[in-house]
């Protein structure tokens, strides 16, 4: 039975419809469940940033977020970042909120019981660096199971080059057969062979995707006049096959059910054979 009977015959509705874009495109963009989770995460970093950079009297949130460039330069712009990432996963309530951001969708694409990665990475991309790029790739060439999806969350309107590229399916599989042909060169002559098939991802504020991270993505230099600013994590079925990131350092249990539990926990009664 092929995939796409499995998706006709098994779910209904909005669920279906998920799947069957999931499964075309490898991405599914989604208006975010929670709203109210997701300004408290925005406005944690604008109040966190604000610290750093000892601004006493930012901007909104989301404004500020965008024109962090007139208050740091590249050079500091990473001691920044890691500011962040460290008082943001300080926080108890980050990852709880950051799974409510997309709960139903996780549930659709990936399952009801999920690991999630330990802590919510940051992405902040200043017009004109070159510094915080992402070349060309796919996690899954670099220890990441097949099995996992990216959450990927902009805390800003992210479009035209202040967004990240993905690859679709069907060239994905084009260019991976030819992989080897890439072994010597870099990955920016990859990047120009498959540029022509790249799309980029035009997402809102108020949004957030689910992405395969099978398929080949990354960034370029922001050329837009405002700061990208993103932030992401990995989720993966319980249960499915884990490769060089495991479960219990990388990846943690988040919604195991009762059931599970139950079985996990049973053992058959013993003596018998005394």
Same mark, same amino acid.
């Given at each position: 039975?092929?995939?796409?009977a499995?998706?006709?015959?098994?779910?209904?509705?909005?669920?279906?419809?998920?799947?069957e874009?999931?499964? #075309?495109?490898?991405?599914?963009?989604?208006?975010?469940?929670?709203?109210?989770?997701? &300004? $408290?995460? #925005?406005?944690k970093? !604008?109040?966190?940033? +604000?610290?750093?950079?000892?601004? !006493? %009297?930012?901007? @909104?949130?989301?404004?500020?977020?965008?024109?962090?460039?007139?208050?740091? &330069?590249v050079?500091?712009?990473?001691?920044?970042?890691?500011?962040?990432?460290? %008082?943001l996963?300080?926080?108890?309530?980050?990852? *709880? *909120?950051?799974?409510?951001?997309?709960?139903?969708?996780? /549930?659709?694409?990936?399952?009801?019981?999920?690991?999630?990665?330990?802590?919510?990475?940051? !992405?902040?991309?200043?017009?004109?660096?070159?510094? *915080?790029?992402?070349?060309?790739? +796919?996690?899954v060439? *670099?220890?990441?199971s097949?099995f996992?999806?990216?959450?990927?969350?902009?805390?800003?309107?992210?479009?035209?080059?202040?967004?990240?590229?993905?690859?679709?399916?069907? @060239?994905?599989?084009? +260019?991976?057969?030819?992989?080897? /042909?890439?072994?010597?060169? !870099?990955?920016?002559?990859?990047?120009?062979?498959?540029?022509?098939?790249?799309?980029?991802? %035009?997402i809102?504020? $108020?949004?957030?995707?689910?992405?395969?991270?099978?398929?080949?993505?990354?960034?370029?230099?922001?050329?837009?006049?405002?700061?990208?600013w993103?932030?992401?994590?990995?989720?993966?079925?319980?249960?499915?096959p884990?490769a060089?990131?495991?479960? $219990?350092?990388?990846?943690?249990?988040?919604?195991?059910? @009762?059931?599970?539990?139950?079985?996990?926990?049973? #053992?058959? @009664?013993?003596?018998?054979?005394?």
């Open positions: 039975m092929s995939d796409q499995v998706i006709s015959e098994f779910f209904e509705g909005p669920e279906r419809d998920a799947c874009k999931f499964t #075309q495109t490898g991405l599914y963009i989604f208006d975010v469940e929670d709203r109210a989770a997701l &300004d $408290g995460i #925005q406005r970093l !604008s109040e966190g940033a +604000a610290q750093f950079l000892g601004v !006493s %009297d930012p901007l @909104p949130p989301i404004e500020f977020l965008n024109n962090i460039h007139r208050w740091v &330069d050079d500091d712009l990473n001691e920044l970042r890691l500011f962040l990432i460290n %008082d996963n300080g926080e108890e309530w980050l990852r *709880s *909120s950051y799974y409510a951001l997309g709960r139903t969708a996780l /549930e659709t694409l990936v399952g009801n019981e999920l690991a999630m990665q330990r802590r919510v990475n940051l !992405s902040i991309q200043l017009p004109g660096d070159d510094s *915080s790029l992402l070349p060309l790739h +796919a996690d060439w *670099s220890g990441n097949p996992e999806v990216v959450l990927w969350t902009p805390l800003v309107d992210c479009y035209g080059t202040k967004t990240m590229f993905f690859l679709p399916p069907e @060239p994905n599989t084009a +260019a991976e057969i030819r992989m080897h /042909e890439f072994r010597d060169v !870099s990955a920016e002559e990859l990047y120009r062979t498959v540029e022509p098939d790249l799309e980029w991802v %035009d809102a504020y $108020g949004q957030a995707m689910v992405f395969t991270q099978n398929q080949m993505h990354g960034n370029r230099v922001n050329r837009e006049a405002e700061t990208r993103s932030i992401n994590c990995r989720f993966k079925s319980l249960f499915s884990y060089g990131k495991r479960l $219990g350092e990388f990846f943690e249990p988040i919604t195991i059910r @009762p059931a599970t539990r139950l079985g996990m926990n049973y #053992q058959l @009664p013993q003596g018998f054979d005394e």
